[in-house]
């Protein structure tokens, strides 16, 4: 009986949450099946004889969307693919080899995850432009090739694989 109220208590907290934080989604999907006539007129969902695909038909007809999305999903998954390998070789070399240095290296690359990113906008925006990757994928890729936070959970999880061989 106790874990019926505690999970009928842990349900009437989180519905609520729930219906806060889908509000945005549901209205952006609102929004989009609306004509623009009907776009100040309706809260939310236009009645179901109103619904129109025109921002979907402009969307496909005035913008190259689906090469944007192409290009979105290559850069994305270029850059996991780049990140997870030099994230693996550096966290192996930091768990199985010792070398002068390792831990003074460690601590300052650690330190380096508390410089928010926004800071090293504008220093990366010109690294780019002197190095002429300007306007290209390698302009995207590179600069978030390498992850101090990856290499730090790629050393944690190789330490851990040598302290259980089973």
Same mark, same amino acid.
């Given at each position: 009986?106790?874990?019926?109220?505690?999970?009928?208590?842990?349900?009437?907290?989180?519905?609520?949450?729930?219906?806060?934080?889908?509000?945005?989604?549901?209205?952006?999907?609102?929004?989009?099946?609306?004509?623009?006539?009907?776009?100040?007129?309706y809260t939310f969902f236009p009645?179901?004889?109103?619904?129109?695909?025109?921002?979907?038909?402009?969307?496909?007809?005035?913008?190259?969307?689906?090469? &944007? +999305?192409?290009?979105?999903?290559?850069?994305?998954?270029? !850059?996991?693919?780049?990140? =997870? *390998?030099?994230? %693996?070789?550096?966290?192996?070399?930091?768990?199985?080899?010792?070398?002068?240095?390792?831990?003074?290296?460690?601590?300052?690359?650690l330190a380096t995850m508390m410089?928010?990113?926004?800071?090293?906008?504008?220093?990366?925006?010109e690294l780019i432009c002197r190095?002429?990757?300007?306007?290209? &994928? +390698?302009?995207?890729?590179?600069?978030?090739?390498?992850? !101090?936070?990856?290499?730090? =959970? *790629?050393?944690? %999880?190789?330490?851990?694989?040598?302290?259980?061989?089973?």
């Open positions: 009986m106790k874990i019926i109220a505690s999970r009928i208590t842990l349900y009437i907290v989180l519905v609520p949450c729930l219906v806060v934080m889908l509000t945005p989604l549901v209205w952006l999907v609102a929004q989009s099946v609306k004509s623009p006539e009907d776009f100040f007129f009645p179901v004889d109103r619904f129109s695909g025109y921002n979907f038909r402009k969307l496909f007809a005035q913008i190259p969307f689906l090469r &944007f +999305l192409m290009n979105s999903l290559f850069v994305s998954s270029a !850059t996991v693919v780049v990140q =997870l *390998f030099l994230s %693996s070789l550096g966290g192996f070399a930091f768990a199985k080899y010792e070398f002068r240095g390792k831990r003074v290296i460690m601590v300052i690359m410089i928010p990113g926004q800071v090293l906008l504008a220093p990366l925006y190095l002429g990757l300007m306007d290209s &994928f +390698l302009g995207l890729i590179i600069p978030s090739a390498v992850s !101090t936070f990856g290499m730090f =959970l *790629f050393q944690q %999880s190789m330490r851990h694989i040598a302290a259980h061989p089973e």
